[in-house]
């Protein structure tokens, strides 16, 4: 459990989100807008929700299955948060239901904080999506909770061996029937769909419940590694979504949603842990996040419609670590946004939209800094003259987003999007155009070609400004996509899609140790191809495969040597299938990635602080290398059966990791740094889950 110091230290890596446009399809029970013509534009990669709860492996955890897609991976066993397309997780934006999710793990990446039981699906843009999303993303990870069923009162309860969760939901207002069947998007489209019912009126709600229970794992976990030193307090977290829809007229109707986690873990490292004697000794951690909204859904002609939000957000990390080092990030967000779409004709769309928010920041430091992606030491520390640094600022940080696009489609197998957005950042002072456009084809056969072209901005952190030497200079980072896709549909049932991508990055910022201040330095490129295949022989058996091999560097500073990007796995497999009928799920899934890049110990030297006069070994690393690669088989096994009229259970067995592959996790050294001293990954491991539905 040696690696639990680093998975700690990652938790200031976990960026602070300001809430951003985003594009949702938010309620399905009511009919959305009829659209005359079906457009070419590219559609998300999607996972619905049946998938995700089914999948192998993923202890039905959503973000977990989300690694089926191509260049969509989980950084190891025990942390979920998820690296698209060579990107580091802080360049992800989640959204669930129009609600921005800063950080959706508990404990960083044990499991994400929505349940796969509320979710219907999960759309992904990995990258060149159009200009409705922005603010700080290279890739968006949009869910979209399910619709009601037609019982009044229905619920889940699902108990597993870390945690169990709980689902209720019923109808609001007059018995709503089944009422008519809801149309489906115009495909590619991203516009959400409005609320669209016969009758004013009707609604519905739900509420859903998480809490863990780790003291049994812990107390078995500590009978075959030591951890009654290491673990002060059992890691703990809970986690909530409520969610409210009501038609008020035939215009509007109202979607009211909150979203709440939190996490709490107390350690104590010792020698064995971390060879600093500064970062021995306690490590306290708290991370609550919760966001809530209301949104108007507006139909104001057959071919005019609008979202409007009102939302809220709060997210905060708090780490208290060693000799009193301490560093807390703490922000809540407050934005109105509005999105507008007008159908001018049936070849033509034309969207726009506008957010402005208000996010009140404070930063606390003593001695402490987010580690930087590369830094072999993971140097965080502060201080001048041996003495910690302390920092602690509020700022009122403003935001306003702009963005307009017209789609078009002149003939029937041409059609394109061109669009731009507008950010203004106070922090910078600095604003922002950033073109998009895409091109799709028709090519006959059932098969489609999409080329996409996007530039995106991502700010500076209200702690890159205020930490270290403070640099009035920094500007938001760029990145440019260019993206082609090919999708090929054969007779129905089995799905290819191709796809190459290229992403330039400039002004990428990183702090500068010789000059104690975070600077725009930083360039690099990430490039990859991908392909994936889904094949479905009947409605009870699917198949799946994807391939991707990706390729990102970094360049820190002008006149280095050009690096691997830390979060880089050139080659990734995965195959899975699964078959489903109504009382038996079975699945399988194995998966293989290119090994993780370390760096081998080379030599040692002795250093003495120059201000303690304290000595001490210390490593001198060689040029990075690779690992063994990553692969594992997992199994999963369900069985369902009614219990009487209106409850039914479900059994689901899975075996992770069966052939017992001892992937690697971290490389540690003894005290001297004389020789390598290597973690692993989980052995095998059943994971008995039992469901409750009524």
Do not use: C
Not at 13 to 24: C, E, R
Not at 565 to 572: A, E, F, K
Not at 587 to 605: D, H, I, N
Not at 665 to 682: A, C, I
């Amino acid at each position: 459990m040696r690696y639990i110091h680093y998975l700690t230290l990652l938790l200031l890596l976990i960026p602070t989100v300001p809430f951003a446009q985003d594009d949702a399809d938010d309620v399905h029970q009511l009919a959305p807008v009829e659209v005359e013509t079906q457009r070419l534009r590219k559609n998300p990669q999607t996972m619905d929700g049946e998938t995700l709860t089914d999948f192998p492996g993923s202890a039905d955890d959503a973000f977990r299955a989300i690694a089926l897609h191509p260049s969509v991976g989980t950084l190891n066993d025990f942390m979920g948060v998820l690296s698209v397309r060579g990107g580091a997780p802080g360049d992800n934006r989640y959204y669930f239901d129009r609600l921005p999710l800063a950080f959706p793990y508990h404990l960083l990446g044990i499991v994400s904080v929505v349940s796969a039981d509320v979710i219907e699906r999960i759309d992904v843009y990995p990258g060149g999506f159009d200009a409705k999303f922005g603010a700080d993303s290279q890739a968006v990870i949009d869910i979209h909770s399910r619709p009601r069923k037609a019982g009044l009162f229905d619920g889940i309860v699902k108990i597993n061996p870390i945690y169990s969760e709980a689902f209720l939901g019923g109808k609001i207002g007059r018995n709503m029937g089944q009422g008519p069947a809801p149309r489906q998007l115009v495909q590619g489209s991203t516009d959400a769909v409005l609320l669209k019912n016969e009758v004013a009126g009707h609604g519905y709600w739900y509420a859903f419940g998480r809490r863990s229970y780790l003291g049994p794992f812990y107390e078995l976990a500590s009978q075959l590694v030591e951890l009654e030193d290491l673990v002060r307090e059992v890691p703990s977290f809970w986690s909530y979504q409520l969610k409210g829809v009501y038609k008020l007229n035939d215009t509007h109707g109202i979607v009211i949603n909150a979203v709440s986690a939190y996490d709490a873990s107390a350690l104590y490292l010792g020698a064995r842990e971390t060879h600093e004697s500064d970062l021995r000794g306690p490590v306290d951690s708290d991370n609550p996040s919760d966001a809530q909204g209301v949104h108007l859904y507006s139909q104001f002609a057959p071919k005019l419609r609008s979202i409007t939000s009102l939302t809220r957000s709060f997210s905060e990390i708090e780490l208290a670590f060693g000799e009193g080092y301490f560093f807390r990030d703490a922000a809540s967000d407050y934005s109105l946004r509005s999105d507008v779409t007008y159908a001018a004709s049936g070849s033509t769309e034309i969207a726009f939209g506008v957010l402005l928010s208000r996010s009140p920041t404070t930063i606390q430091s003593d001695g402490a800094r987010r580690p930087e992606e590369g830094d072999e030491d993971y140097e965080f520390r502060i201080r001048r003259n041996g003495e910690n640094v302390s920092v602690i600022e509020t700022s009122n940080l403003h935001r306003f987003e702009g963005y307009a696009q017209a789609s078009y489609q002149p003939l029937s197998f041409l059609s394109g999007t061109l669009g731009a957005r507008l950010s203004y950042l106070n922090l910078t002072d600095s604003l922002s155009v950033q073109p998009r456009g895409s091109l799709s084809f028709a090519l006959g056969l059932d098969a489609s070609l999409h080329v996409s072209y996007g530039r995106y901005a991502q700010s500076p952190r209200l702690a890159q400004t205020v930490l270290g030497n403070r640099n009035p200079f920094l500007t938001p980072s760029l990145a440019t996509h260019y993206v082609v896709e090919l999708e090929q549909e054969l007779a129905s049932q089995t799905k290819i899609h191709l796809a190459g991508y290229h992403k330039s990055l400039t002004e990428l910022i990183v702090y500068n140790k010789v000059e104690r201040q975070y600077q725009n330095a930083q360039v690099g490129f990430a490039r990859g191809a991908e392909v994936s295949v889904q094949h479905q022989i009947s409605e009870a058996f699917e198949a799946w495969f994807s391939y991707a091999y990706t390729l990102s560097k970094r360049r820190d500073f002008p006149g280095e040597e050009e690096r691997d990007y830390s979060y880089n796995r050139p080659h990734s497999v995965t195959t899975a299938a699964r078959y489903s009928s109504e009382t038996w799920h079975i699945g399988a899934k194995w998966q293989y990635m290119s090994g993780a890049l370390y760096s081998p110990l080379a030599a040692r030297e002795r250093y003495t602080n120059p201000f303690t006069k304290e000595q001490k070994w210390v490593p001198i690393y060689g040029a990075r290398k690779r690992t063994p690669p990553y692969h594992r088989l997992d199994l999963a096994m369900a069985y369902a059966k009614p219990l009487g009229d209106l409850l039914k259970m479900e059994v689901s067995l899975e075996i992770w990791n069966v052939y017992n592959r001892a992937n690697f996790l971290q490389m540690r050294y003894d005290s001297g740094f004389t020789k390598e001293v290597p973690n692993y990954q989980l052995p095998i491991v059943p994971f008995l889950a039992v469901t409750l539905e009524f």
